[in-house]
């Protein structure tokens, strides 16, 4: 089995290229994971493993073997997986994973689907919590709209604690997303501050996509524009929004409740 002890490493260095650069992992269609929970649930969501690097202090070689018994096993040193490791509290053992398409034309709806759709959302934590809401919600997908940040920025999976894996995904511009909605009777919501309706009086029963924009700028008029109904969560202190993820779990599980959950 290789074995890899000097964080001069070639192949080391690529992968560090991998954590720091999206340039990186778009054009090799690599990302890596780290941590056992979040290996597991990405092979369970169809994610192909490319490599297992561990390091045998922590995780054993028959532990790595039984995570992915397709991809190479490659023994690593303390000084690489400090290098490579992103979190603190560690498990000892990182993946390289192919990265998945994430085109519209991708996403397998059911007859009656719950949709979250986010425009534009730029800081890592704030996706990571949407994703995990709607994994909680069992969505049946996720739309990010004019995306700022590459899905595979390791702050993203970090944060999503593996819900990058359990969701469906998509990315898209404004207009083709909208286009895609309407291709599909698909009815859509805009959380936004201007004519808008309180989100507890609307119908959520049918085909639904939830709409929220950023915290600073609000949805863009052309989803304000085109949307079935704006609708808005009201504030009664001194503020007019709140956290975008916050925002997103009520829409969702009002709609969830009004579906019996």
């Not at 949407?130 to 899905?151: G, M």
């Not at 999976?157 to 819900?163: D, E, K, T």
């Not at 052309?222 to 704006?230: L, S």
């Amino acid at each position: 089995m290789k074995q890899i002890t000097s964080i001069q490493n070639p192949y080391i260095k690529s992968l560090v290229q991998l954590q720091e650069k999206a340039k990186a992992r778009k054009q090799s269609g690599t990302f890596l994971i780290e941590g056992k929970r979040e290996i597991s649930i990405a092979i369970k969501g169809g994610y192909e493993m490319e490599t297992l690097l561990f390091l045998p202090e922590i995780c054993s070689e028959n532990e790595a073997r039984q995570l992915s018994k397709n991809a190479e096993l490659i023994e690593i040193n303390k000084e690489v997986y400090q290098k490579l490791a992103y979190r603190d509290t560690t498990e000892g053992i990182l993946a390289v994973a192919k990265t998945k398409s994430m085109q519209l034309s991708d996403l397998k709806l059911s007859e009656n689907p719950l949709i979250l759709i986010s425009e534009a959302p730029e800081k890592p934590g704030n996706i990571g919590a949407l994703l995990r809401t709607a994994d909680a919600a069992n969505l049946d997908a996720v739309i990010i709209a004019n995306p700022k940040s590459d899905l595979y920025n390791p702050n993203i999976v970090r944060s999503s604690v593996g819900c990058l894996f359990t969701n469906q995904i998509a990315t898209g511009t404004t207009s083709e997303i909208i286009a895609f909605l309407k291709e599909r009777k698909i009815n859509f919501y805009c959380a936004t501050l201007q004519n808008s309706t309180s989100y507890h009086t609307q119908d959520y029963t049918t085909s639904t996509a939830l709409v929220v924009g950023t915290e600073a700028t609000g949805l863009t008029e052309e989803w304000r524009k085109e949307a079935t109904q704006n609708i808005i969560i009201p504030m009664q202190g001194e503020i007019d929004s709140m956290n975008v993820s916050v925002a997103a779990a009520i829409l969702i599980f009002e709609a969830k409740r009004q579906r019996g959950f």
